[in-house]
């Protein structure tokens, strides 16, 4: 899996290096930069540029003599095309400033074969089918991405929440429909093992006990999505946050746990040795290991999902995005609305039947 994601992750580097030289760059079978994708990057630029240009309006002719230039700034298109699965000092310039922690990740590929062989992997079903009391052929799935740190980085302040690269919060609120009582399990698959050092998963055990305590379980609270940060204001705040668990886990490891729990990442520092992979041949390919590489998932019973959110996910499959972890409709994520690498699609234009059958 390790050597799928490094293919899907270069092929996605080059995409986008190729999108902001040529628009209309066309697409194969597998994947590729989705029309959407041209589209929303060509609409952005238009409008930074007339932005800039009203901006130049308003200042006088003096003002515009003594503008200094812009000192020159590596391009992400640089960054994409240089960038090298072999060579981590070319890392840095893709995931952004080397002090600067990210979030998720510098990429998404919520389309590539690297997700959907996870995401369709028969354990993984059977988990989630475990877990809803049904059989495995009974799931759908979301189509979220995946958290992805190159490299080891410090510990960055998210709002009052010392100490974290992603702030605790619950994925489940009150007030939004049908979802805000749907008995909801979330999972992540962490391909790699984790340690004191290394970016991982946090959790505050038995908050989802305390859930209609908190701004995201109570009522009369309005919310605009169900990602609910937890604030300084509440009253349990100190508590929960030194409650907060960070997840030792072995490689491979599949965690689940309640919507409506609290958790969040902790950033870790180190810089994993390489791994050494050998072939039947008995040739040798030493790998490099990014800090982190975890794959977000979430099922749900097929009655839960509407007919009318399967074109959606289709939709979102073709484009290349990602969903929210709600399996049971085709919201696109505001992070990835679209995405370099489109769905894998069969010699007759269709989603492979495997794939299909958990949209």
């Given at each position: 899996m390790?050597?799928?994601?490094w293919c899907?992750?270069?092929?996605?580097?080059?995409?986008?290096?190729?999108?902001?030289?040529?628009?209309?760059h066309?697409?194969?079978t597998?994947?590729?930069?989705?029309?959407?994708?041209?589209?929303k990057?060509?609409?952005?630029?238009k409008?930074?540029?007339?932005?800039k240009?009203?901006?130049?309006?308003?200042?006088?002719?003096?003002?515009?003599?003594?503008?200094?230039p812009?000192?020159?700034?590596?391009?992400?298109?640089?960054?994409?095309?240089n960038f090298?699965?072999y060579?981590?000092s070319?890392?840095?310039?893709?995931?952004?400033?080397?002090?600067?922690?990210?979030?998720h990740?510098?990429?998404?590929?919520?389309?590539?074969?690297?997700?959907w062989n996870?995401?369709?992997?028969?354990?993984?079903v059977?988990?989630?089918?475990?877990?809803?009391?049904t059989?495995p052929?009974?799931?759908v799935?979301?189509?979220?991405?995946?958290?992805?740190?190159?490299r080891?980085?410090?510990?960055?302040?998210?709002?009052?929440?010392?100490?974290?690269?992603?702030?605790?919060?619950?994925?489940?609120?009150?007030?939004?429909?049908?979802?805000?009582?749907?008995?909801s399990?979330?999972?992540?698959?962490?391909?790699l093992?984790?340690?004191?050092?290394d970016?991982?998963?946090?959790?505050?055990?038995q908050?989802?006990?305390r859930?209609?305590?908190?701004?995201?379980?109570?009522?009369?609270?309005?919310?605009?999505?169900?990602?609910c940060?937890?604030?300084?204001?509440?009253?349990?705040?100190?508590?929960?946050?030194?409650?907060?668990?960070?997840?030792l886990?072995?490689?491979?490891?599949?965690?689940?746990?309640?919507s409506?729990?609290?958790h969040?990442?902790?950033p870790?520092?180190?810089?994993?040795?390489?791994?050494?992979?050998?072939?039947?041949?008995?040739?040798?390919?030493?790998?490099?290991?990014?800090?982190?590489?975890?794959?977000?998932?979430?099922?749900?019973?097929?009655?839960?999902?509407?007919?009318?959110?399967?074109?959606?996910?289709e939709?979102?499959?073709?484009?290349?995005g990602?969903?929210?972890?709600?399996?049971?409709?085709?919201?696109?994520h505001?992070?990835?609305s679209?995405?370099p690498?489109?769905g894998r699609?069969?010699?007759?234009?269709?989603?492979?039947?495997?794939?299909?059958?958990l949209?």
């Open positions: 390790l050597k799928q994601f899907d992750l270069e092929l996605a580097c080059s995409l986008l290096a190729e999108t902001r030289h040529d628009d209309n066309a697409t194969d597998h994947s590729g930069p989705s029309i959407a994708l041209q589209k990057k060509k609409k952005k630029k409008k930074k540029k007339k932005k240009n009203l901006t130049k309006l308003k200042m006088n002719q003096t003002e515009i003599k003594n503008e200094k812009q000192r020159h700034v590596r391009t992400p298109t640089e960054a994409f095309a090298d699965r060579d981590c070319t890392w840095d310039a893709v995931t952004g400033r080397r002090k600067q922690a990210e979030a990740a510098p990429v998404h590929l919520a389309q590539s074969d690297f997700m996870l995401r369709t992997h028969p354990r993984l059977q988990a989630f089918a475990h877990v809803h009391h059989t052929d009974n799931m799935t979301s189509m979220d991405s995946f958290s992805l740190h190159l080891g980085h410090p510990s960055k302040t998210r709002g009052h929440q010392t100490g974290m690269a992603l702030a605790l919060h619950d994925d489940q609120v009150r007030g939004l429909g049908a979802n805000s009582e749907i008995y399990i979330q999972g992540s698959y962490n391909f093992s984790v340690t004191t050092e970016t991982g998963f946090v959790v505050v055990p908050s989802h006990k859930w209609k305590h908190r701004s995201s379980g109570r009522k009369g609270v309005r919310h605009k999505s169900n990602f940060p937890l604030k300084k204001d509440e009253a349990d705040f100190g508590a929960m946050v030194e409650s907060a668990v960070k997840l886990l072995p490689d491979n490891c599949l965690v689940l746990w309640n409506r729990t609290l969040g990442t902790a870790g520092t180190r810089e994993r040795p390489p791994y050494v992979a050998k072939s039947d041949g008995g040739d040798c390919e030493v790998i490099l290991v990014p800090n982190r590489l975890t794959a977000f998932v979430a099922m749900l019973p097929r009655e839960l999902r509407p007919e009318s959110a399967i074109q959606a996910k939709r979102i499959y073709h484009s290349g990602c969903s929210n972890h709600w399996a049971n409709d085709g919201e696109t505001p992070v990835n679209t995405g690498i489109a699609l069969t010699s007759d234009g269709e989603i492979p039947p495997a794939r299909k059958a949209l």
